[in-house]
């Protein structure tokens, strides 16, 4: 019998060191026997340390793992993507990978932490459906995520589903708080146009041809698509980490170039925390942006629930914690405009609510904020208009609820 058991439980109260006991590692590595030879698999929520390095593709990656590979297999991996590097990849797209290649070893165990929450509503279905044909009878498959009561419920009818609630411990780091003052832009917001943007990667067709668009602040737009539509890449265009190969930028009707002062009218907060921190101390971190070094940066902490971890390297927090300092980090800018990608990765539904909750007060205060996200929880809470990426198309859906 395949047993998948779901583990339902707060951040800090023992559900990642449940999950890696259960593959046989502990916070100073393997604890396995060494006779022990029954393949197991663990994929975290960074799921990009999940990708070996040694394969230049996607199908020669899951090669390693599984060396002959069936249709049945590679159903649950969008074709697109099968020629790719791994690394070039979304999160969403890295995430479908990692648990593909982890299933691929035919493991006697197998945990699953948090490893589905980037995954887009209908890549995830199908790869839950797909799950219990694939592991070997026997297999035990513990599964942890944020977001378990918004999943398609399917995962009960394929195979045994149980909850498994742990208790919860002392606190180990401060709760999010939108009690602090709501930060408004430094300076104010103005209406954003993209006017006919064109963008590919190197030796890639072109993910944008002429993508026009017109947003105004005040509102928090849900920037939505499959995973790989481009929206990461969108932000980026946006905030000016990337160059677009045509077509203009206007902000408040003037025409400005983002790459050329990046960040500068637009924030942007990375999916993944890893490629966003860079200083040596969370206070450092927040600092490194902040307009008003002392107060904003206080502000800030008190509302992510940073303040006991000021003198601690990023690197050192736990993976939701870098999560929190790369966001409060991005909201100490106090930019015009910010773009949120996946805010709540890692986050327990109380610290995603207070997220929400923060997300929309910078709305409140003027400034324009764009969200990407894969929870249609936060969706539901926030968004009063969808930006809906299909095949390069990009458009504006608006929705009655209004901030």
Known sequence: MRNITCIDGPNFSGRTTHLRRHVGLGPEGPL????????????????????????????????????SLDSDFLSVVPRRILGRNPFTLSGGEQATLAIAAAVGLG??????????????DELRGALLSWLPGQLPAGCHTLLADNRLGEYPRHLSQSTEYLSADLPTGPPLFGHISQAATKFSPLVEAQDIELDGVGFGYPHAELIFRKCTLKLTPGRVYSLRGRNGAGKSTLAKLMAGVLRPKSGRFRMGGVEFQPWRHPGHAVAYHFQNPDLQLFETSVRRELEAGAFDRRDDVLQVAGMFGLAEVMDTHPLDLPFSMRKRVALAATVAMRRPWTIIDEPTLGQDTVASREIGRIIGGIAES???????????????????????IDGGVVDVEKRSQVL
Not at 38 to 62: H, K, M, Q, R
Not at 109 to 119: F, G, K, N
Request: glycine content about 8%.
């Open 32 to 67: 396995r026997r060494a006779g022990d030879q029954e393949p197991a698999a663990y994929v975290g929520p960074e799921v990009y340390n999940c990708i070996s390095g040694l394969a230049a593709t996607v199908i020669d990656e899951l090669r390693l793992y599984r060396p």
């Open 107 to 120: 493991p006697g165990r197998l945990s699953l932490d948090c490893a589905l929450e980037q995954i887009d």
């Open 366 to 388: 003027g400034a324009g904020v764009i969200l990407i996200s894969h929870s249609s929880r936060l969706h539901e809470l926030l968004a009063d208009a969808n930006i809906l």
